[in-house]
């Protein structure tokens, strides 16, 4: 199999990209105007997260609840470097200390925290995105990978976190701009990110960058790795008796699946302007477990489907019925685990495969076993 | 401290305690280097557990396991793999939904640790030596196949080639050939004969006949003591040993 197979899937994976771009490097652009185009780009930062949890929900056999911790911490180091950029003294002279965020002059700080100085630099920003989120998963993940921690235990203890971090930015206003989040955000390097034209050209950077992570996501499937994690889902004591060290892999697609979601969480917040502690907490963890559930916990492809379909739905059903829509949430999820456990993408493989059987000559039975006892008997 | 010895591997005074439950007292057991070693005994001898506490699947309360002169004892189960030794479970374990030749390259030792298998690619010689596994467990005609459709005694087959392609210097199998027709467990034991030409094996099996065509020697568990050891022809002929299996 060559690198470009690879990369896309073969020809089926090529035909579902080529689809995917399709609907959202044209159609959509080309049907919807920019408010709810920014609204799908929005979505499509969701989506980042959804794919993560397909390597680590569906291929890993490992579900987090606290996906959106990583979502967050992408999207809180963007925000930080754009509220310094918008923090410039001249805009924040009317501020008892001009040149410090506005939300740390309200909290009676006088001079720039530590934590937020090496944030005046974008390649150091850029590159927090990943790592933050992927160092946090990293300690978190060999703390309960290496103790054979798993299954219901690690999906609390990452709800856990979820909460313990979502309460954490809350209480630290002054750090962290609180409850409100850190909002205002104007400028990347000068360049004014609430224009349209800055808004169609984000759109298209997080339509670049999600297939860009799918296509990796499947290179790394199809070699080796994809055989062995399957082969962990299946007998996990024997991959460990083949001389693997099980830990250390569930770590990485841990560690994989944070940073892809923490590149999400820095889209959503260049395209959406703001980012706040409830896009961290347990609601919008399990928001993302459902998209993926909804899409198919096994497709990648599937999983962007999944967090477009489920938020559009949820904003047009929250503007008729505001109070119902976690209700419908939850039923929505309870019913597509119990019913349809490999979500549309599951639906759609059993049509293909049911079409295909169809128009095809029913195939001869394996025979290798009676084979083998004939031969061994003579 | 565990004796210096020229044995492949050496068990010393082993005690496994399971709330006050001792499944193991006491044992010491040496195991040569090409030997084939049979480990029979009632239910609840202590015969699995053994297997478990050598490949580090059980801690053990006291005692010293050495492999080549070396302490295995309280090593992570993957890197007592990678020192040489291979474990078979009692229920076949393959992976189902990988074919035969899918399972046999899982166990091949490359890329094992997380950038060696981003990296990994299929070299000739490993696929040489998944074609001469194959056909050394009779799985040489199904290597497309998929491990799921596989016969009980094939999958079993297929497990000991997993071993196999890891080139282990010590094979443990549990019952390799429970649930296996009579004309399988003859081939069953021409391969164990074969595979026990360059290796050591430990085989726990409850089916005397079988063992009476493989053992060199055979070791007698009895409530996680060492009740008897010898040929096959001495532990039949022991009254100690006939009282155990036989009642009183």
Known sequence: MDFLTKLTGGKRGALEIAVLLVILAAVLPLTLDIFRLNLVGKYLSYAFVAVGLVLLWGNTGVLSLGQGIFFGLGGYCMAMFLKLEASDPVSTKIQSTPGIPDFMDWNQLTALPAMWVPFKSLPFTLLAVFLVPAILAFIVGSAMFHRRVGGVYFAVITQALALILSLGIDGNQGLTGGRNGITDLRTLLGWDIRTQSAQYILYFATVVLLVACVMLSRLLLAGKMGKLLLAMRDKETRVRFSGYNVANYKVFIFCLSAAMSGLGGALFVLQVGFISPSLVGIVASIEMVIFCAVGGKLSLIGAIYGALIVNTGKSLFSETFPDLWLFLMGALFIGIVMFFPNGLAGLLDGFSQKFKKAARVPLAPPAPVPAIKEEAQA | ?248
């Open chain 2, 1 to 248: 401290m565990a004796s210096n010895t020229n044995y492949l591997l050496a068990v010393e005074e082993l005690t496994v305690s399971f709330d006050g439950f001792k499944a193991i007292d006491n044992l010491s057991l040496y195991v040569d280097r090409n030997e084939l070693r049979v480990i029979i005994g009632p239910n609840g001898a202590g015969k699995t557990t053994l297997l478990d506490l050598i490949c580090g699947k059980t801690r053990a309360t006291s005692g010293s396991i050495s492999f080549k002169n070396r302490n295995i004892l309280g090593m992570q189960e993957h890197r007592i793999v990678r020192a040489g030794i291979g474990r078979k479970f009692q229920t076949p374990s393959v992976y189902e939904n990988l074919s035969v030749a899918e399972n046999l390259e899982i166990s091949y030792p490359s890329g094992r640790g997380i950038f060696g298998c981003i990296a990994f690619r299929q070299t000739p010689e490993m696929r040489e030596r998944i074609h001469s596994v194959a056909s050394t467990v009779h799985l040489f005609e199904h290597l497309q196949t998929s491990a799921a459709i596989l016969s009980h005694g094939q999958k079993q087959w297929l497990e000991i080639g997993m071993l196999l392609m890891q080139e282990p210097e010590l094979l443990m199998l549990d019952e390799p050939v429970a649930g296996m027709s009579p004309s399988e467990r003859e081939r069953t034991a021409t391969l164990l004969r074969e595979i026990a030409k360059n290796r050591s094996l430990i085989v726990i099996e409850h089916d005397m006949e079988f063992v009476k065509r493989i053992a060199h020697k055979v070791t007698v568990l009895h409530l996680g003591k060492l009740l008897a050891e010898g040929s096959m022809e001495s532990i039949q002929n022991n009254p100690e040993v006939q009282h155990v299996y036989l009642g009183h």
